[in-house]
């Protein structure tokens, strides 16, 4: 087994729970609080998809240093979920970050896929329109999963 299919092993369980999470998410958002989806649904789920993999690509990357899920769960939600929060355009638009605050928000995924949701839920946007984030998204999920495929260490029998 190389490190790249072990890796992906790791992944894709969370990949599916986190993608039946945006589907259920999703239908809660449209049938209960009869929000609106404007846009494409092909394209909000193709943003999704890539998001998942970013984030799980970071995921990990993170469990490549320590010795736990649970340290490794821990350690991922310091460093990505509390600047991701802060930093993403979650609570203030990146667009109105200046500095180093627009530079850590620009740097994490959540900032990417936040112009999905709301562009396809809120503006009616689509592929054409969206394409750009999509392609960033799926930059991080390579580039995590590159990284953890570099990180990782042998481990012992």
Known sequence: VTKVEFLLGKQLPYVFIA???????VLLAILFFQVPLKGSFATLALGSLAYVFATTG????????????????FATSILAILPAVNF?????????LSGGARLMGLAFPAAWYQ?????VFAKALGLADLWPN??????FALGFIGAAVLALRKQGA
């Open 88 to 96: 993403s355009g979650l609570l203030v638009p990146v667009s109105s």
């Open 134 to 139: 999509i392609v960033v998204l799926v930059l």
């Open 115 to 119: 112009p999905v949701s709301v562009g």
């Open 58 to 73: 970071f995921g990990l990357f993170v469990s490549s240093f320590v010795s736990s899920q649970v340290a490794a769960i």
């Open 19 to 25: 993608f039946l999470s945006f589907l259920s998410l």
